[in-house]
């Protein structure tokens, strides 16, 4: 299978580089900054506009083993007609306009270990629906984001897991269609990660490869 084995080249060549995913990302000589964005103003593809940033919670809000996590997103501009279930307050975007693809927890040996989606006010975006996302797959490519290894081995990830991806952001979709107080649950501070699940990724690549 390609994407298991552009998933495996990427996590050897950030291996033998000697530095962990996280440690290409934040500073290895200054403790990681809760909440602050790495790197500062996202890191961001000037080809197709895909981005990610990388950061931490305080340690009471993180999972076991957790370092931080990535959250990877597109360009608004990516998905043509398509409507979003739900958007800023107002129509403005404190920032870019973006749409969240998933979230992936990292843990301190720079492996990950979970991936999850959020709410539509966690990251500010435009929240569109699984089958607009899954449609616009094939456009999140990292050609020259940020650290060249980071970028390589995101886009295989999101290659690699597009099944598990999808799977969440359709439990996302289901979460948000069960919610009493429609529209209004999309800035509930209360509801932050909508659907996650564990990943392996030697047992994922294995489980590949047979």
């Known amino acids: 299978m390609r994407t298991a084995t552009d998933l495996i080249d990427a996590t050897i060549a950030v291996a033998a580089a000697g530095?962990?995913?996280?440690?290409?990302?934040?500073?290895?000589?200054?403790p990681t900054e809760v909440w602050a964005h790495y790197p500062a103003d996202d890191a961001v593809d000037p080809i197709g506009g895909a981005r990610w940033f990388y950061h931490a919670h305080p340690p009471g809000e993180r999972v076991d083993?957790?370092?931080?996590?990535?959250?990877?997103?597109?360009?608004?501009?990516?998905?043509?007609?398509?409507?979003?279930?739900?958007?800023?307050?107002?129509?403005?975007?404190s920032g870019a306009d973006v749409v969240h693809i998933i979230a992936i927890t990292i843990d301190e040996r720079g492996l990950p270990t979970q991936l999850f989606t959020v709410n539509r006010w966690v990251t500010d975006e435009w929240l569109y629906p699984a089958?607009?996302?899954?449609?616009?797959?094939?456009?999140?490519?990292?050609?020259?984001?940020?650290?060249?290894?980071?970028?390589?081995?995101?886009?295989?990830?999101?290659?690699?897991?597009?099944?598990?991806?999808?799977?969440?952001?359709?439990?996302?979709?289901?979460?948000?269609?069960?919610?009493?107080?429609?529209?209004?649950?999309?800035?509930?501070?209360?509801?932050?990660?909508?659907?996650?699940?564990?990943?392996?990724?030697n047992e994922a690549v294995a489980a590949a490869a047979r």
Do not use: C, K, N, Y
């Not at 990535?70 to 975007?93: K, W």
């Not at 050609?143 to 099944?163: E, I, K, S």
């Open 65 to 93: 083993g957790e370092h931080g996590h990535f959250h990877l997103f597109l360009a608004r501009d990516a998905f043509g007609a398509s409507a979003p279930l739900a958007g800023p307050p107002g129509g403005v975007s």
């Open 131 to 201: 089958s607009a996302i899954a449609a616009a797959f094939v456009r999140f490519d990292l050609v020259a984001a940020g650290d060249p290894l980071v970028d390589r081995w995101l886009t295989a990830a999101v290659a690699f897991f597009r099944p598990q991806i999808e799977a969440l952001l359709g439990a996302r979709d289901a979460a948000i269609t069960a919610w009493p107080d429609g529209d209004i649950g999309f800035e509930d501070r209360g509801r932050e990660i909508l659907s996650s699940a564990a990943i392996d990724i």
């Open 19 to 30: 530095v962990p995913l996280m440690l290409r990302v934040v500073p290895a000589d200054a």
